[in-house]
């Protein structure tokens, strides 16, 4: 197992992990698995320092996406039995040995340490040593994991050829301490505990027996439907149609849904084509067009001898528009199956393409198009990107949205959550020593979104302070939010709200409350909200004006006894019984 470098350099390495990641999708698409299809392997030691992949002869190739592996002599017959586990079904696989050598001879040992002498009991870091009668000496060390998601038995197997004899067994339990067993035997399983001097016989547990399964192959589909999460806006694509005129396939999308069809002169197309002739009324209620286009060069046309796609057409019934896909169109679609599919080996006839009206590639068909899948799938066009993301996947799932985001904001808003406070806060305070700056009048696009980035930093600066307890930085932070932008009701809410309610008498100061309150009331429908409401009360309450804030607070109890919201309404009540005895709020 790959272990890190005892002399690596600590620095930030998102970029070349990101770097790496471009490339291995590089990979990916010249056909590299991404985490699929990892076969099991096996080796054979051929003695001469090379290996033969013996996977198929002896039954681990099997085309699950493999996983773990641990070795155990599972039915206590001397030879090594293997469990593997996959990502994919079947999860668990049982091999059993079925190869014995005739004469071939074998011990086993479970080891027993003296916890008092510093040696775990399971004997994990034991090494066993084997000497043989005319020399040669056998070496095992028990280890805790060997290899991916996997232990194996604890059990440390020994082959020992043919007709040799055991001299000497020697257990090192630590480095310069070892201890010599006597009585061992092959053929038997053997427990040696630390410190007894004398090998004991173990007693074999019953055999589980386990029933063998055929290996079932799930059948292959001959469609391969793949829906796009994103739709893509498809490049200009031009057509020849069947009089030798230029057609325009982002045209024919102004008015509705396209579906592209590549064709050529054989079975299973025209099988197609006829089924998309019989259907073309339900086609056409659907606001369907399909557009059939031959694959075949003119050349091949010619040679063949047979009808031309004009004539195969005419015959089917296929009464929609036609033409030949020529080279460069064929090369733009290609272009666009492979900027949303990483495993795209070339497309084959048939293939469709679903287009959205204005342009938009939504669906790709690798195969014949089950019309009632295509009606479905343009049922969903159009409403959204959560509706092409749920029926781009087979299953429901959670999207994961940019998750190598390295936005500063997004970073610090996950440590923050995470009550990860020192880190949000270095995360940001990097960022402000490279890219601060004081406010700048926002001439263009580009300024004013340096402005919204500062201040949105400052803000969750904000927040870093307030939940870490530290209020007076807190207050700080959002006043310098607002500068950037000043019209932010998140950060005059918050900071109106510290001031009117801080316990910290540097922090409350009810006149300055009630100024950033009052400028948040100006923005649309926040005299409606509640939330707002009750902290320009507590404001008013924190300045001496009970007045006002008994009258706040009681248009806030109205919303909130329509809205139906029982917790927050007690909570406005005990306030307005503390303004109505003149006393302000402080939490």
Known sequence: MSQSPKDAEQKDGRKDYLDAFSELTVRIRAGA????????????????????????????????????????????????????????????????????????RWVSFLLEGAPASGMPRDGIGARVLIEMEGGGVRTKTLHA?????????????????????????????????????????????????????????????????????????????????????????????????????????????????????????????????????????????????????????????????????????????????????????????????????YGHRGTPVPTSFLIDQGGWLSVIYKGPVDVDVLLKDVSMLGKGPGFSRAAAVPFPGIWADQPFSINPVKNAVTYLEGEYFDDARLVLEEFLKEHGGPPVQAKDAKTHAQNMQQAEVYYILGEVERRGGSMPKSVLNYEKSLRYN?????????????????????????????????????????????????????????????????????KAIQRLEIAGQSTALEEQKRRLRLYTKNEALIE
């Open 145 to 341: 994991g060997e290899g991916f998601m996997s232990q194996s038995s604890k059990w440390i197997h020994f082959g020992l050829g043919m007709d040799q004899e055991i001299e000497r067994v020697r257990v090192h339990w630590k480095r310069g301490e070892y201890e010599e067993f006597s009585g061992v035997e092959p053929g038997k399983r053997w427990h040696l505990k630390q410190g007894a001097g004398k090998a004991a016989q173990a007693a074999l547990r019953k055999v589980v027996s386990l029933e063998e399964n055929p290996l079932v192959s799930r059948s292959e589909s001959e469609v391969i439907r793949i829906g796009l999460s994103q739709p893509l806006k498809i490049p200009d694509l031009e057509y020849q149609d069947l009089g030798n005129q230029k057609g325009s396939i982002n045209e024919l999308a102004q008015s509705g849904v396209v579906l592209v069809n590549l064709w050529n002169v054989c079975e299973r197309c025209e099988k197609e084509l006829d089924l998309f002739a019989r259907r073309e009324s339900q086609l056409k209620s659907a606001g369907i067009q399909v557009l059939a286009l031959n694959t075949d060069s003119f050349q091949t046309i010619r040679s063949s001898g047979g009808p031309g796609p004009a004539e195969v057409l005419a015959d089917i019934g296929f009464k929609g528009p036609s033409g030949i896909a020529t080279s460069e169109l064929m090369d733009l679609l290609d272009a666009s199956i492979a900027k949303s599919v």
């Open 486 to 554: 000043s019209k932010q009701v998140m950060v005059l809410n918050q900071l109106a709200w510290l001031l009117a309610t801080s316990k910290d008498p540097k922090v409350r100061n009810g006149a300055r409350a009630v100024t950033f309150a009052e400028f948040m009331m100006r923005a649309p429908k926040v005299s409606e909200n509640p939330t707002t409401l009750a902290t320009v009360a507590a404001a008013y309450a924190a300045a001496g004006n009970f007045v006002k804030a008994v009258e706040i607070t009681k």
């Open 33 to 104: 698995s991404f985490s699929g299809r990892e076969r099991h392997c096996a080796f054979s030691n051929r003695g001469d320092g090379t290996f033969s992949d013996v996977s198929g002869l002896t039954g681990f190739g099997f085309p699950e996406d493999g996983r773990g592996l641990a070795l155990t002599d599972w039915d206590h017959d001397g030879d090594v039995d293997v469990w593997v586990a996959a990502r994919t079904a079947p999860r668990l696989r049982f091999l059993q040995n079925k190869i014995p050598g005739a004469g071939a």
